[in-house]
């Protein structure tokens, strides 16, 4: 059963225009979500966070929205540059316990100058 | 600061060889946690290390194991290999563990059965 879901498997988006990723889970208890990019033959790194009792987090170009109703989340990129072409992963997991992140199979980002 | 480190980066092994797989964390990192990536799995947990304990495992068979060392070196090992095991280890450290943070990935090893 896959808790988290990244439903588009690739996106591709204009330089300047935005690119919107998106993400659901299953798990209402999930109370903590990040994202993380990916470029090939490296190892991912950290983008942005947010917890469950925020509904936005905006660090520069980047902006994660949380739904928790809908129990989805996005990733706004506004604007998106060449430099933003990567795979990107939507994690979750339970803050008050030790319990490791649950990645989704992410979404590979083209953005086209 | 050194970022997480893996050793080797690349490795071909013959189908039911063994295989072990370094992580060198973070300089005060206390938590490594071990992913496997494939390209329609995305990233799978397979276990946690914290102050040289499992303390959290993924849904693998037994022939993925693991250990820590006092210095939160860790390595994880691969018995029996099989061609589905082909994939991209990641390693990731983090103070804590858990979900006290953000983890940092080192680049990975990439696995090739045959």
């Known amino acids: 059963d896959q808790q988290v879901k990244q439903n588009s498997p690739s996106l591709s988006v204009q330089e300047g225009r935005i690119s919107i990723l998106n993400c659901d889970y299953t798990?209402?208890?999930?109370?903590?979500f990040l994202w993380y990019k990916k470029y090939p033959a490296e190892g991912p790194t950290f983008l942005i966070s947010i917890s469950s009792i925020k509904d936005k987090n905006e660090d520069g170009r980047f902006t994660v929205f949380l739904n928790k109703s809908a129990k989805h989340l996005s990733l706004h990129i506004v604007p998106s540059q060449p430099g933003d072409s990567a795979v990107y992963f939507c994690a979750a997991s339970l803050r008050s316990g030790n319990t490791p992140l649950v990645f989704g199979k992410g979404t590979r980002l083209s953005v086209i100058a | 600061k050194a970022g997480v480190t893996q050793t080797p980066r690349y490795l071909i092994k013959t189908r039911g060889q063994q295989v072990t797989l370094s992580c060198s964390p973070i300089?005060?990192?206390?938590?490594v946690s071990w992913y496997q990536q494939t390209p329609g799995q995305g990233l799978q947990f397979l276990f946690e290390y914290f102050s040289e304990t499992q303390r959290n495992k993924g849904n693998f068979p037994g022939r993925f194991s693991g250990r820590q060392f006092s210095n939160s070196r860790s390595e994880m090992n691969v018995s029996t290999l099989e061609l589905g095991d082909s994939a991209l280890y990641l390693c990731a450290s983090s103070l804590a563990g858990g979900t006290g943070g953000a983890m940092d990935f080192g680049p990975g090893t990439r696995l090739t059965v045959t």
């Open positions: 798990n209402s208890m999930f109370d903590y």
């Open positions: 300089s005060g990192h206390r938590s």
